[in-house]
């Protein structure tokens, strides 16, 4: 039986050693109100919030013939307050681990993914009313924990509330606290896929059922998200 294990995140990949760990990343290149963006935005009088990110995907695929692959393209996202919008992601560019995994994925009838440009109506996209969110570290504080899924924790909250979002540089700043007081969180001067130089956060997470550090790292002067990055701490088994 064939099965395909996804790591879908934003920004750099960390290591080429994947045997032990997969790590995987986005990095944001802007954010902004589209009007200053030459890319067409949603046939529409609204305001969009706009965000171009560089996006990593990690393939392991088993079956017949296994193979482990990565992924490269550049995400759009085009969103407005009513939750309508554009998202547009470039047919990915595929890097192989080896080139034994590059033949195995001739093999396999060289699969890939294929490009998405979809526009959403009201409601097709989830909006971050970030704005309503406190700026106080102990009132936002208490707001992410009650918001937080069962299936996200604290600190991958947090980067929902940043990624694609407007949020204020105030806000920004106060969900950087957050995160830094979060249990088992520590920091340090990271460097994104970009050379992008802030201030790495690592905390524990899980990723489907499975033990991982999630690294939030953020521009040391306003706070801005630059890169997002969840590194599994070993392979599943049986992979």
């Not at 992410?144 to 509330?161: C, D, K, P, Y």
Request: aromatic share 8%; proline share 5%; glycine share 8%.
């Amino acid at each position: 039986m064939e099965r395909t294990y996804y790591l879908t995140l934003r920004g750099r990949i960390r290591s080429w050693d994947m045997l032990t760990a997969l790590a995987l990343t986005v990095a944001v290149v802007a954010a902004c109100n589209p009007v200053t963006q030459g890319s067409p935005r949603p046939a529409s009088a609204k305001t969009y919030w706009y965000t171009r990110s560089l996006r990593y995907d990690l393939a392991v695929v088993s079956g017949d013939h296994p193979y482990m692959a990565f992924s490269s393209a550049v995400r759009e996202l085009w969103i407005s307050a009513d939750g309508s919008g554009r998202l547009r992601i470039a047919v990915p560019a595929l890097t192989f681990a080896s080139t034994v995994d590059e033949s195995a994925w001739e093999a396999a009838g060289r699969p890939s993914q294929r490009a998405i440009d979809q526009s959403f109506g009201p409601g097709g996209l989830k909006y971050e009313h970030v704005e309503l969110l406190p700026t106080d570290t102990s009132s936002l504080k208490k707001v992410v924990a009650a918001s937080t899924a069962a299936h996200v924790n604290e600190i991958g909250r947090i980067a929902q509330l940043l990624l694609e979002t407007p949020a204020s540089a105030s806000l920004r700043g106060s969900l950087f606290e957050v995160a830094s007081g979060l249990p088992n969180t520590t920091e340090k001067t990271g460097t994104d896929k970009l050379g992008r130089e802030g201030r790495l956060l690592s905390g524990p997470t899980t990723f489907d059922g499975l033990a991982a550090t999630h690294m939030l790292l953020f521009d040391a002067s306003d706070f801005r998200l630059l890169e997002d990055t969840t590194i599994l701490d070993s392979l599943p088994l049986g992979w």
